[in-house]
């Protein structure tokens, strides 16, 4: 659905990348794909080294374990939580990996303090790290249950005053549709769509609590599906791919 009237894509210097833990995962969706982490690392490193953006990077967790699926089975809702951010530790020092074996240096700090094997979160020490060349992975969401990844990345995004919140995907669906096109052959693609279409037409792009806080603040949403390789390169560049959000 192009709008003729909307504006260009603005191209970006600062983005918050937000991978989901299943595009972490390769095909299975489960547990972590070493294949899957390189490329993804050198999609990142193409950014920082090639085109001088700044990198962050919020991590989700889904491959290894979602909160709700834990409370829906009876466990204690906060308990499963905990367990969710957890798999966002995981999926951070994995990154994290894959990125420095590539020549790339980069801090991992956490929102639930671990010491041993991650800084804790800090904003000016974040920032910093961004000015000197690292990409930052954050961990464990916002350290708090009962909220996702997605307002993770938000969040942080405002706090280091990120000029987008990238969203990759890997669910073969390449932007935001009117409906799920895996199941709607009447589904169609949006190249832009408006935060309040987003929230007044329940589409599934990012949970409400996200969506509302890029609103308020007025940070641009991109999702994209990260399997298609150079997408986030172009994505950074102002290019078509994926939906874009704002107002
Ligand atoms: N989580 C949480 N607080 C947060 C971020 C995440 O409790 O601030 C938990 C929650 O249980 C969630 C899980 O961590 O289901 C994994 O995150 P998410 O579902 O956002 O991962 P994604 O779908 O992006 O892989």
């Given at each position: 659905?192009?709008s003729?009237?909307s504006?260009p894509?603005?191209?970006?210097?600062?983005?918050l990348?937000?991978p989901?833990?299943?595009?972490?995962?390769?095909?299975?969706?489960?547990?972590?794909?070493?294949d899957t982490?390189?490329a993804?690392?050198?999609?990142?490193?193409?950014?920082?080294?090639?085109?001088?953006?700044?990198?962050?990077?919020?991590?989700?967790?889904?491959?290894?374990?979602?909160?709700?699926?834990g409370?829906?089975?009876?466990?204690?809702?906060?308990?499963?939580?905990?367990?969710?951010?957890?798999?966002?530790?995981?999926?951070?020092?994995?990154?994290?990996?894959?990125?420095?074996?590539?020549?790339?240096?980069?801090?991992?700090q956490?929102a639930?303090?671990m010491?041993?094997?991650?800084e804790?979160?800090?904003?000016?020490r974040?920032?910093?790290?961004?000015e000197?060349?690292?990409?930052?992975?954050?961990?464990?969401?916002?350290?708090?249950?009962?909220f996702?990844?997605?307002?993770?990345?938000?969040?942080r995004?405002?706090?280091?005053?990120?000029?987008?919140?990238i969203?990759?995907t890997?669910?073969?669906?390449?932007?935001?549709?009117s409906?799920?096109?895996?199941?709607d052959?009447t589904?169609?693609?949006?190249?832009?769509?408006?935060?309040?279409?987003v929230?007044?037409?329940d589409?599934?792009?990012?949970d409400?609590t996200?969506?509302?806080?890029?609103?308020?603040?007025?940070?641009?949403?991109v999702?994209?599906?990260?399997?298609?390789?150079?997408?986030l390169?172009?994505?950074?560049q102002?290019?078509?791919?994926?939906?874009?959000?704002?107002?």
């Open positions: 659905m192009p003729p009237e504006l894509r603005p191209s970006f210097k600062r983005i990348f937000k989901s833990g299943e595009a972490l995962a390769g095909g299975s969706g489960k547990g972590l794909d070493g982490l390189d993804t690392a050198t999609e990142i490193i193409d950014l920082r080294a090639n085109l001088g953006v700044d990198v962050a990077v919020v991590v989700g967790g889904g491959n290894f374990w979602r909160g709700r699926e409370s829906m089975k009876g466990m204690d809702a906060t308990q499963s939580d905990h367990i969710g951010m957890l798999g966002t530790v995981m999926n951070a020092l994995a990154l994290q990996d894959a990125l420095e074996r590539q020549g790339q240096e980069t801090r991992v956490s639930i303090e010491p041993r094997i991650a804790g979160y800090i904003r000016r974040a920032v910093r790290h961004l000197k060349g690292r990409v930052v992975i954050f961990a464990a969401g916002t350290g708090n249950p009962f996702t990844t997605d307002t993770a990345a938000a969040l995004a405002a706090e280091i005053e990120a000029d987008v919140v969203k990759g890997h669910s073969g669906v390449d932007g935001i549709y409906a799920d096109p895996r199941t052959p589904a169609v693609k949006y190249d832009e769509v408006s935060y309040m279409e929230m007044t037409k589409l599934k792009v990012m409400t996200a969506i509302a806080f890029c609103r308020e603040n007025d940070i641009p949403i999702v994209f599906d990260m399997s298609v390789e150079g997408s390169r172009s994505i950074v102002g290019g078509p791919e994926g939906t874009l959000v704002r107002r």
